[in-house]
């Protein structure tokens, strides 16, 4: 089955500065690779997500980059405010197990000093 | 409408105790989901419906028994648990592996074992 390994584990920029977290997956089959955005107390929110026929993908402040050929996949965050401070997951589709089946990274905790 | 809502909100119960957590959502999803997390952990797949029929028992104890009623209904019965079972149990909807990949969390219950 699908294995995904996240880094950094935590994460500490100054506000307005770039933030970027990597993973990487060991299923080269894997053709989904969502992020999640988990405030404390709260759900896991979807927030970018991107597909394996396309390198990159972006939504305002935020972007994902896929090379799958390095099988490694990243979010990037311009412009860091306070209110992105949570844990990001990052997950790939595993193509195993019939289902939507998601394999999620350890996590990355993410701090934005103002 | 991009909403899953779980009760209860919290839940304690005893170690002798049967209860149950329900959760519903109405987007048209065919998949649904039962999740388990730890503190500063990732969500842990438990279960897995598509087509309200279970495809993804993720060898999960027998103390804890799934239900999906219909399409927009999922239940997670607990009975006999133990206190390492205390964590947050998040429920997810998405399209079934064949139509779509995006997965939406619900707020999740709070569970604590005595």
């Known amino acids: 089955g699908e294995n995904v390994e996240q880094h950094p584990s935590t994460l500490s920029v100054q506000e307005g500065d770039s933030a970027v977290i990597k993973c990487t997956y060991s299923d080269s089959a894997s053709n989904y690779f969502p992020w999640y955005k988990q405030e404390l107390g709260k759900r896991p929110q979807l927030i970018i997500d991107?597909?394996?026929?396309?390198g990159e993908k972006k939504d305002q402040r935020i972007a994902v980059t896929l090379n799958k050929t390095a099988k490694h996949f990243s979010l990037h965050i311009t412009e860091t405010q306070p209110e992105d401070s949570a844990v990001y997951f990052c997950?790939?589709?595993?193509?195993?197990?019939?289902?939507?089946?998601?394999?999620f990274g350890a996590g990355t905790i993410l701090r934005v000093k103002s | 409408d991009t909403e899953v809502t779980q009760t209860p909100k919290h839940l304690v119960m005893g170690m002798t105790n049967k209860k149950s957590l329900k959760c519903e959502q109405h987007m048209g999803h065919r998949a649904m989901y039962w999740y388990k997390q730890k503190a500063k952990k990732p969500p842990e797949l438990m279960f897995v419906y598509s087509y309200e029929k279970l495809s993804i028992n993720e060898s999960v104890p027998s103390r804890f028994s799934p239900e999906c009623p219909n399409s927009s209904l999922l239940n997670l019965h607990l009975h006999a648990l133990q206190p390492e079972d205390s964590a947050l149990y998040l429920c997810a909807s998405s399209q079934p592996r064949d139509r779509g990949h995006e997965q939406y969390f619900g707020p999740g219950t709070r569970l604590t074992v005595t």
């Open positions: 997950a790939a589709r595993d193509m195993v197990e019939y289902g939507n089946k998601l394999v």
């Open positions: 991107i597909r394996s026929n396309v």
